[in-house]
């Protein structure tokens, strides 16, 4: 849903990240892996248990690099395969409300949204996945554009927002997000970095933004602060 001509240019917008920022990926993550590993255990093509806890290392990278990192010693057709399977797990969790937003989503959304402030995300995870998610709670009352790293070729978080930062004429803003991804795409593109010590978080990484959050409460007072003299 897009609520702003692209004609003017904004003063501020949000950028969130999605996977373990507004949505608590950890209550589908274990339940969808398991359902693809058993589908491969079933093909023979797995042997002991599923490998959650190298995922949890990892989670924030695009899929392609996941597929790369668990499964190294596959062909690419099987990788493609194993990636199509856990995205159709991972939405079906979401569509049966197995899932969950971190407390304080839909408030923070709101009370930015009446501050006149544009939503973004701007997420690793493919287009299907976060539609699911923006469908199923219903967050684009809220949100402008939801962009995929699907749509890029580089893979690159920061190609990413810079794509949103071109196309919407952005001056001055946020991205929220809890992996170095993230901050460094804020970095990139010249915006305020605001770092989500969150489930998937690792502090060396959170020690490069330049605001850190343990509830998205905090959000509000962050840019309400950054934004008053602007």
């Given amino acids: 849903m897009i609520r702003l001509t692209m004609g003017k240019r904004m003063k501020h917008a949000v950028i969130f990240d999605m996977d373990g920022t507004l949505f608590r990926t950890d209550l589908i993550l274990e339940r969808a892996l398991d359902e693809t590993f058993d589908h ?3 093909e023979e093509k797995w042997i002991g248990p599923t490998p959650i806890d190298q995922y949890r290392n990892i989670m924030g990278v695009p899929l392609p690099v996941v597929w790369n990192t668990l499964l190294p010693q596959y062909d690419e057709q099987t990788r493609e395969e194993v990636d199509a399977y856990f995205l159709k797990r991972l939405i079906k969790n979401i569509q049966n409300g197995n899932g969950g937003l971190y407390a304080g989503v839909l408030e923070l959304f709101e009370q930015l949204h009446q501050m ?3 939503i973004f995300v701007a ?3 493919l287009v299907d996945y976060l539609q699911a998610i923006v469908t199923h709670y219903e967050l684009d009352r809220w949100i402008t554009a939801t962009y995929s790293i699907q749509q890029i070729d580089t893979l690159d978080k920061g190609d990413l927002v810079a ?6 004429k952005i001056q001055d803003g946020f991205v ?3 992996r170095l991804s993230d901050i460094m795409a804020a970095q990139a593109n010249g915006l305020i970095s605001i770092g989500c010590r969150f489930d998937f978080a690792q502090e060396v990484e959170l020690q490069e933004a330049d605001y850190v ?3 998205l409460a905090e959000v509000l007072d962050i840019v309400s602060k950054e934004t008053a003299s602007r």
């Fill in 123 to 125: 997420s690793n995870g």
């Fill in 116 to 118: 006149g402030h544009s």
């Fill in 213 to 215: 959050v343990n509830h």
């Fill in 163 to 168: 794509e949103i930062v071109k196309k919407y």
């Fill in 176 to 178: 929220v997000g809890d």
């Fill in 40 to 42: 491969l255990r079933s």
